[in-house]
C-alpha cells in the first residue's frame, strides 16, 4: 500500500542510480514521483513519470507547482561532456550541475514541505584525478582543492537545508554497476557488447585494458537501498557516507567469470580503447542484432558515454597501475546501513539481466 504521507522524488530517474533508487522506495510502499529528461524504461510502471529540464529553471519552476506532497529527494541527475574524463574539471560542466540542482531545490524548498535530499558524490571527491587518495579515504579528511562540481553542490545544499529546514545525505559510491544503457558511467553493457563483436569477428574475449588494477565497486541495488535507509534515518541526517559493495576486485582476475557468463572464448591480453573499437563496429552489432532478434536500438544509444569510462576503470593506456582508490565503509556500517554485495555475482547479475531483455545476444549455444 502506498504511503502518500512520504513521497519521494527521484531525480535523474533514467541513470543507474535513479533507476535503483525507484525499486527500492516502490518495493518499501513510498509514493514515488521519477523525473528525467529521457523517459525510464526500467522503473516499475506504477511510478508517475515527470519530464524535467533541469537545465531551465522555468521547466523546474512550473514542474515543481504541482509537486506539493514531495517530502524527500533523491538527486542523482548529472550533466556530462562527450568524452566524458576531459569534462570533469572544465568550468562549464561544474556551473551547469551547480545550476541544474538550484533550479530544482529553489522552488521545491520554497513549498515547505521538503524534509530530506540524498545527493550523490564520488571518489573524485578525494581528489584522485589530481593526485593519489589518501588509503583509505574517510569521510572525515580535509577536502582536496580541485575543479569538480562536488563542493559546489555540497556547499549549496548545506547552506539551504539550514535556511529551508530540510535534512541531507550525501553518498560517494565507487563504480557503480546496474541494468541502464545509453548512461555516462556503466561499464557492464560494454563487456557485453564488446564481447558479442568479438565473439561475431572469430576472435577471443580479450581484456583490452592496460595494467593490473583493483577496485571497488557498489551494486546500483545497495545505492538504491541505502538512500532509502537513509530517507528517514536520524543517524544519516547532514552525513556523507562512502558506500561500497564491501569488498575489493580486479577486473583481469574477473574476467574468466565474465568469459563464462557470456560464453565466450578466453584470449591472451590486447589492449584497446573501446572508446575507439565499439562506435567503429555500428555496422556489425546491426548485423548481431537483427541475427538474435535483439531490441532495436542503435549502437550509439547503448553505449552513452560508458565505453570512455570503461576506457578508465580498465586503465587502457597507462604504463603502469595508476594509485588505489580504497575507501573507508566503517562509517556508514557503524550507523547501521550494512548491506553487502559479491562483487564478481553482480556484474554477471547484469549480464544476464541484459540477455534476458534481449539487449545482448544470448550466451554461445544458449537461447
Known amino acids: 500500500m502506498v504511503d502518500r504521507k512520504r513521497t519521494v522524488l527521484i531525480v535523474g530517474a533514467s541513470g543507474l542510480v535513479g533507476t535503483a533508487a525507484a525499486h527500492?522506495?516502490?518495493?518499501?510502499?513510498?509514493?514515488?514521483?521519477?523525473?528525467?529528461?529521457?523517459?525510464?524504461?526500467?522503473?516499475?510502471?506504477?511510478?508517475?513519470?515527470?519530464?524535467?529540464?533541469?537545465?531551465s529553471d522555468s521547466n523546474c519552476a512550473e514542474a515543481v507547482a504541482s509537486l506539493s506532497e514531495v517530502t524527500h529527494?533523491?538527486?542523482?541527475?548529472?550533466?556530462?561532456?562527450?568524452?566524458?574524463?576531459?569534462?570533469?574539471?572544465?568550468?562549464?560542466?561544474?556551473?551547469?550541475?551547480?545550476?541544474?540542482?538550484?533550479?530544482?531545490?529553489?522552488p521545491l524548498a520554497a513549498r515547505g514541505t521538503l524534509r530530506h535530499v540524498s545527493i550523490l558524490q564520488g571518489t573524485k571527491a578525494y581528489g584522485a584525478m589530481?593526485?593519489?587518495?589518501?588509503?583509505?579515504?574517510?569521510?572525515?579528511?580535509?577536502?582536496?582543492?580541485?575543479?569538480?562540481?562536488?563542493?559546489?553542490?555540497?556547499?549549496?545544499?548545506?547552506?539551504?537545508?539550514?535556511?529551508?529546514?530540510?535534512?541531507?545525505t550525501i553518498f560517494r559510491p565507487q563504480v557503480i554497476f546496474g541494468p541502464?544503457?545509453?548512461?555516462?558511467?556503466?561499464?557492464?553493457?560494454?563487456?557485453?557488447?564488446?564481447?558479442?563483436?568479438?565473439?561475431?569477428?572469430?576472435?577471443?574475449?580479450?581484456?583490452?585494458?592496460?595494467?593490473?588494477?583493483?577496485?571497488?565497486?557498489?551494486d546500483g541495488r545497495l545505492v538504491g537501498d541505502a538512500c532509502l535507509w537513509a530517507a528517514n534515518n536520524p543517524a544519516a541526517a547532514g552525513e556523507t557516507y562512502?558506500?561500497?559493495?564491501?569488498?575489493?576486485?580486479?577486473?583481469?582476475?574477473?574476467?574468466p567469470a565474465l568469459a563464462d557468463s557470456l560464453g565466450v572464448e578466453l584470449g591472451p591480453d590486447e589492449p584497446q580503447s573501446l572508446a575507439d573499437y565499439l562506435p567503429a563496429r555500428a555496422a556489425l552489432w546491426?548485423?548481431?542484432?537483427?541475427?538474435?532478434?535483439?531490441?532495436?536500438?542503435?549502437?550509439?544509444?547503448?553505449?552513452?558515454?560508458?565505453?570512455?569510462?570503461?576506457?578508465l576503470v580498465f586503465a587502457y593506456g597507462a604504463d603502469h597501475a595508476p594509485p588505489?582508490?580504497?575507501?573507508?565503509?566503517?562509517?556508514?556500517?557503524?550507523?547501521?546501513?550494512?548491506?553487502?554485495?559479491?562483487?564478481?555475482?553482480?556484474?554477471?547479475y547484469w549480464l544476464h539481466d541484459l540477455m534476458a531483455r534481449r539487449i545482448l545476444p544470448p550466451a554461445h549455444g544458449k537461447t
Open 130 to 168: 589530481v593526485k593519489p587518495m589518501r588509503i583509505p579515504a574517510r569521510e572525515s579528511q580535509p577536502r582536496v582543492d580541485h575543479p569538480n562540481f562536488y563542493w559546489r553542490q555540497e556547499d549549496y545544499i548545506k547552506e539551504k537545508s539550514a535556511r529551508a529546514g530540510f535534512e541531507f
Open 324 to 348: 588505489p582508490t580504497f575507501v573507508s565503509t566503517v562509517k556508514i556500517k557503524q550507523a547501521g546501513f550494512t548491506d553487502t554485495y559479491n562483487t564478481e555475482e553482480s556484474v554477471r
Open 73 to 106: 529527494v533523491v538527486y542523482a541527475a548529472v550533466f556530462e561532456m562527450p568524452g566524458l574524463v576531459a569534462g570533469w574539471t572544465d568550468p562549464r560542466q561544474i556551473d551547469t550541475n551547480d545550476r541544474m540542482l538550484r533550479n530544482l531545490i529553489e
Open 24 to 55: 527500492s522506495f516502490h518495493a518499501a510502499g513510498w509514493r514515488v514521483i521519477a523525473a528525467s529528461r529521457r523517459t525510464p524504461d526500467l522503473i516499475p510502471q506504477e511510478i508517475v513519470h515527470l519530464p524535467l529540464d533541469l537545465q
Open 242 to 255: 562512502n558506500l561500497t559493495n564491501g569488498e575489493v576486485f580486479s577486473w583481469r582476475d574477473m574476467w
Open 286 to 311: 546491426g548485423h548481431i542484432a537483427r541475427q538474435h532478434n535483439l531490441a532495436p536500438t542503435r549502437l550509439t544509444d547503448l553505449l552513452g558515454e560508458s565505453h570512455h569510462y570503461a576506457d
Open 180 to 218: 541502464n544503457t545509453g548512461v555516462v558511467m556503466n561499464p557492464i553493457p560494454i563487456i557485453g557488447i564488446y564481447a558479442a563483436l568479438r565473439r561475431a569477428e572469430g576472435k577471443p574475449f580479450s581484456f583490452p585494458g592496460g595494467p593490473d588494477v583493483v577496485w571497488e565497486a557498489a
